[in-house]
């Protein structure tokens, strides 16, 4: 069983910055381990932020974050991040990290094993 607890949230102004930092209880570096922050908004669907693949090191984005985040590992710390730079008021979510291992579309929630509890980031205007 793989725990993963994150933390990072909090409150800010729009064109701020935050990192979140997702800690696992256990690590394997291994290209099929993929590692994920998702979001979910208050009326909205849950929906995928940004994966790595720990490992290989590859990277995915959701558009809508493109050149504003940016995902990344510490293999020494088991921790996986993201930062969140020029964050917007339409960023504000619960924000949680995931993990899976296998192949399939990162967006894909189903696929995934293991959630964190969330943290919380507010943007204000």
């Known amino acids: 069983q793989v725990q993963l607890v994150e933390s990072g949230g909090g409150s800010v102004q729009a064109g701020g910055s935050l990192t979140l930092s997702c800690a696992a209880s256990?690590?394997?570096?291994?290209?099929?381990?993929?590692m994920a922050w998702f979001r979910r908004a208050p009326g909205k669907e849950r929906e995928g932020v940004a994966a790595?693949?720990?490992?290989?090191?590859?990277?995915y984005y959701v558009d809508s974050v493109k050149g504003r985040f940016t995902i990344s590992q510490d293999n020494a710390k088991s921790t996986v991040y993201l930062q969140m730079n020029s964050l917007k008021p339409e960023d504000t979510a619960m924000y949680y990290c995931?993990?899976?291992?296998?192949?399939?579309?990162?967006?894909?929630?189903?696929?995934?094993?293991?959630w964190g509890q969330g943290t919380q980031v507010t943007v204000s205007s």
């Open positions: 995931a993990a899976r291992t296998g192949v399939g579309n990162w967006l894909n929630t189903l696929l995934y094993n293991y």
């Open positions: 256990t690590y394997t570096y291994n290209s099929s381990v993929c």
């Open positions: 790595i693949y720990i490992g290989g090191g590859s990277a």
